[in-house]
């Protein structure tokens, strides 16, 4: 079932963007209160990943190539920001800001473009969720720095029955709502893949049928 109160439009964000977020911070990451969570972009997955991690008390480290974009993280209550296109070493800004300690969690949907920089910003023994390709599907892994951080990368696709279940429930105790940022007509679809291509979503982009 659908959490109660969302639209259809809303819950059609979970059972993907919603639920992978899910899965990468609580099922995979088991994040506590005052752990701290990097999320790369300003996708479906992060958005979602970063309002999951300030509802479970934790610190949000987030990037985007927009500063625009970085203030509506501020406003969902990101607490650090960085523009990763005029910060490329991103990975050691995060590790500077947490006193050399890094991160809990990395929300990794970039690949292997930005795979290095998030072994840099992970903390020791932190965990790095394998999500996305944004950046293509293959490509050089540092891996004696990882194997130094003695980190997890885990892969993940997505989550189970069970978990979106406990995920729907989290929803309707903590009362976040997925970021749209448009909505379009069925029969606008071609528009829509257009507008996600263009890059300038912030969150969800939905159907309307
Ligand atoms: N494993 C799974 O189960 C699973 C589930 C869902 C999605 N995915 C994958 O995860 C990735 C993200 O999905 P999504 O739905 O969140 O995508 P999306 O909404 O299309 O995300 C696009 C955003 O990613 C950011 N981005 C692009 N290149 C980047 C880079 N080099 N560094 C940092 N950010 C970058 C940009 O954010 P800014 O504009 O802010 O720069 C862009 O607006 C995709 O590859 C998707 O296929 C996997």
Same mark, same amino acid.
């Given at each position: 079932h659908q959490p109660k109160g969302y639209s259809h439009a809303e819950s059609a964000?979970? !059972? !993907? @963007? %919603?639920?992978t977020a899910w899965r990468a911070l609580v099922v995979d990451g088991g994040i506590k209160p005052g752990n701290?969570?990097? =999320?790369?972009?300003? %996708?479906?997955?992060?958005?979602?990943a970063c309002q999951l991690a300030k509802s479970l008390g934790a610190t949000v480290f987030a990037t985007s190539s927009s500063n625009d974009k970085l203030e509506k993280y501020k406003a969902l209550g990101a607490d650090h920001l960085i523009n990763y296109k005029e910060d490329p070493e991103w990975g050691k !800004?995060? &590790?500077?800001? !947490?006193?050399?300690?890094? =991160?809990?969690?990395?929300?990794?949907?970039?690949?292997?473009g930005t795979l290095p920089q998030s072994i840099n910003a992970v903390a020791i023994a932190g965990h790095i969720a394998l999500i996305g390709v944004l950046t293509g599907s293959a490509g050089e892994v540092p891996t @004696?720095?990882?194997?130094?951080? +003695? @980190? &997890?990368? +885990?892969?993940?696709i997505v989550g189970s029955?069970?978990? +979106? &279940?406990?995920?729907v429930r989290a929803l309707e105790a903590n009362g976040v709502k997925p970021v749209i940022d448009k909505t379009f007509g069925l029969e606008e679809l071609a528009d829509a893949f257009r507008y996600e291509e263009s890059g300038k979503h912030f969150g969800k982009i939905c159907l309307a049928f």
């Amino acid at each position: 079932h659908q959490p109660k109160g969302y639209s259809h439009a809303e819950s059609a964000t979970l !059972t !993907t @963007a %919603g639920l992978t977020a899910w899965r990468a911070l609580v099922v995979d990451g088991g994040i506590k209160p005052g752990n701290s969570v990097l =999320v790369l972009g300003s %996708g479906g997955v992060s958005v979602f990943a970063c309002q999951l991690a300030k509802s479970l008390g934790a610190t949000v480290f987030a990037t985007s190539s927009s500063n625009d974009k970085l203030e509506k993280y501020k406003a969902l209550g990101a607490d650090h920001l960085i523009n990763y296109k005029e910060d490329p070493e991103w990975g050691k !800004t995060v &590790r500077k800001l !947490t006193d050399g300690r890094g =991160v809990d969690h990395v929300i990794e949907v970039g690949g292997p473009g930005t795979l290095p920089q998030s072994i840099n910003a992970v903390a020791i023994a932190g965990h790095i969720a394998l999500i996305g390709v944004l950046t293509g599907s293959a490509g050089e892994v540092p891996t @004696a720095k990882l194997m130094a951080k +003695q @980190a &997890r990368l +885990q892969g993940l696709i997505v989550g189970s029955c069970s978990d +979106q &279940r406990d995920f729907v429930r989290a929803l309707e105790a903590n009362g976040v709502k997925p970021v749209i940022d448009k909505t379009f007509g069925l029969e606008e679809l071609a528009d829509a893949f257009r507008y996600e291509e263009s890059g300038k979503h912030f969150g969800k982009i939905c159907l309307a049928f």
